[in-house]
């Protein structure tokens, strides 16, 4: 039995005619299977969100429950496939011209090997086998949520067709794949709240605003200022496991350049292609507005699936806005009260649930695995006191503003100093004293003041003139200087400079502070600043571009020599 179309107004449905149906539940609407989630029930008439275009549907089509909740396909064929908001796969069907095509898959034959054996007493997370994956990724088969008892059969080592179970655990069969509701977080057993770095191989913000694995950063900026870049360069080289990258309602010609570069670029890790630890989801502005919406929800559900497999998992979510975007123009059509700037008054509170499923965890299987979320924010006209960027500010741990200003000036990547925070510094700043480097937390204090004592600096010289200021804070604004050119900024074109080891982002930064406190011991000696200043410091810029990401000596050789060169000065 179902229930028919009463009114349609986009990507709205009204039917009735569905007594049983259950909030959040997913229905088939019309003669195409159109799907859709239940989102309200007021008396006898149901209010649905549907996840494809609606035009053609009229009133009295058919509306059909399944009695499931919108759900994402978790196996072993997700890593370096495309797939919609929906999670339904793009890269291998031709066209995707009707859901049922869209939802078709390619049934694949994948190599098992059992870890388990029949007799064991197993539990929700225990490990059964293993599929090794082509990037040299494990992917492990669990036992299911609300399955537990003992193994009474289990397939033997060789080849096993995805859609054929694989063991029988307390009379259930479990097969490679299972289904699960994108909008309910996967269970663990407790939250870890050490802290240990997420290498993103850009030193800005290795440097300065470090994130934690399990934690959530987000990427604020204007139309112009570098987002898309620095989250495909974070994609690219952050020491991940798995990757899962959200095109939320971005142009289709950047997600085209994403997939172009990840399937060239070569995995550091297995030597293979880096798209063969990428999950990506395409749901352009040109897709369905709703399947938007669902987008990141299918991704954070992809991420704690490899999450609970114990690998260390990052979502990349371009963008939040146009997510929330979605939700204020459903919002609009159903009549709910808007709050600030139209969006719905539980946006907030939606952003606190998406942010908060990142984390580092202890698994159902016992294994220490993370989920660490970073979410571009585009605020219209640059506006960051918009409700999405306010918001967002209020529920992540670090903050990489993008400036303006900086990206015009051809500073990339242009975060923001002066605009950007990283709650978890000091901790990272333990961890980085724990592993050999104690210095870490005295170079970040030191470039970060220096910064800020340039900017300030910077802003008095232009009333007063350069000339005006003694030799030592002139020398601070070379400071300043030195550390945004030598330092911070990063060519993502350079096969040199692309990505950065945290040792070359180090001994960088030594490079430059010893040069400053070289300087500064000139001015006391009496030398003037403008001889200083007219110094050459080209090599001490280029260095970064003309050595590879780990070539620490040729650093030191290069300071060496212009410490020398300095010193000749007096």
């Known amino acids: 039995m179902g229930g028919v179309v009463g009114r349609v107004s986009g990507p709205l449905v009204e039917a009735t005619g569905l007594p049983g149906v259950g909030m959040f539940e997913v229905v088939f609407v019309g003669p195409h299977r159109i799907p859709a989630e239940v989102v309200a029930i007021s008396d006898a008439t149901v209010t649905l969100q549907a996840y494809e275009y609606t035009g053609g549907l009229r009133i009295g089509d058919t509306v059909r429950p399944t009695g499931f909740p ?102 259930h069969e479990v097969s490679l794949w299972e289904h699960w509701p994108v909008r309910r977080p996967r269970p663990f057993v407790s939250r870890d709240d050490a802290v240990e770095p997420l290498h993103t191989g850009q030193r800005v913000l290795d440097l300065l605003f470090p994130v934690g694995r399990g934690y959530a950063a987000a990427v604020p900026g204007g139309f112009g200022t ?124 939606a952003l606190a649930a998406f942010y908060e499923r990142a984390g580092r965890v202890r698994t159902l299987g016992g294994k220490s695995a993370s989920v660490t979320v970073i979410g571009a924010v585009s605020p219209p006209g640059g506006d960051m006191a918009e409700p999405v960027t306010t918001a967002t500010e209020r529920f992540i741990q670090t903050l990489w503003t993008l400036d303006r200003d900086l ?60 000339g005006a200021l003694p030799g030592h804070e002139r020398i601070v604004m070379l400071a300043g200087r030195l550390i945004r050119e030598a330092v911070l900024m990063q060519n993502a074109l350079s096969a040199s400079d692309a990505f950065s080891s945290a040792e070359k982002g180090a001994a960088l930064l030594h490079m430059v502070l010893g040069v400053v406190d070289t300087c500064q011991r000139l001015v006391e000696r009496g030398v003037p600043a403008t001889v200083i200043e007219e110094f050459d410091f080209g090599p001490l810029i280029r260095i970064r571009d003309e050595v590879g990401p780990t070539e620490t000596d040729t650093i030191a050789t290069r300071r060496d020599e212009v410490l020398r060169d300095l010193e000749e000065l007096e």
């Open 407 to 466: 990206a015009y000036s051809r500073h990339y990547p242009a975060v923001s100093w002066g605009g950007s925070f990283a709650r978890q510094a000091d901790a990272v700043g333990a961890w980085h004293a724990e592993h050999g480097d104690g210095d870490w937390p005295h170079r970040r204090a030191r470039a970060a003041t220096l910064l800020a004592d340039a900017d300030r600096l910077a802003a008095l010289a232009e009333i007063i003139g350069t």
């Open 70 to 171: 919108l759900s994402a396909r978790l196996g072993p064929d997700l890593v370096g496939q495309v797939f919609d908001g929906l999670l339904r796969p793009l890269s291998s069907a031709p066209e995707w011209l009707t859901p049922a095509e869209r939802a078709r898959r390619v049934v694949r034959r994948w190599a098992f090997t059992p870890s388990a054996a029949v007799g064991d007493h197993v539990t929700p997370g225990t490990g059964l086998g293993t599929i090794a994956l082509k990037n040299g990724l494990q992917h492990h088969v669990l036992v299911p949520l609300g399955i537990t008892g003992e193994v009474s059969w289990l397939a033997g080592p060789g080849e096993i067709q995805d859609d054929t179970p694989v063991a029988r655990v307390g009379g």
């Open 226 to 349: 570098g987002k898309t870049v620095l989250l495909q360069q974070i994609a690219k080289w952050c020491d991940a496991d798995v990757i899962i990258y959200v095109g939320c309602g971005e142009r289709g010609n950047e997600m085209a350049d994403v997939l172009a570069e990840l399937s060239e670029l070569t995995d550091p890790r297995s030597g293979g292609r880096l798209i063969d630890r990428t999950v990506i989801l395409a749901n352009t502005s040109n897709m369905p507005m709703m399947a938007r919406e669902a987008s990141i929800y299918s991704a954070i559900t992809v991420a704690e699936y490899y999450r609970d497999m114990g690998h260390e998992a990052v979502v990349i979510a371009d963008s939040t806005s146009r997510w929330a975007e979605a939700r204020r123009e459903f919002a609009s059509r159903t009549g709910a009260l808007p709050a600030e700037e139209g969006y719905p008054a539980d946006l907030a509170s």
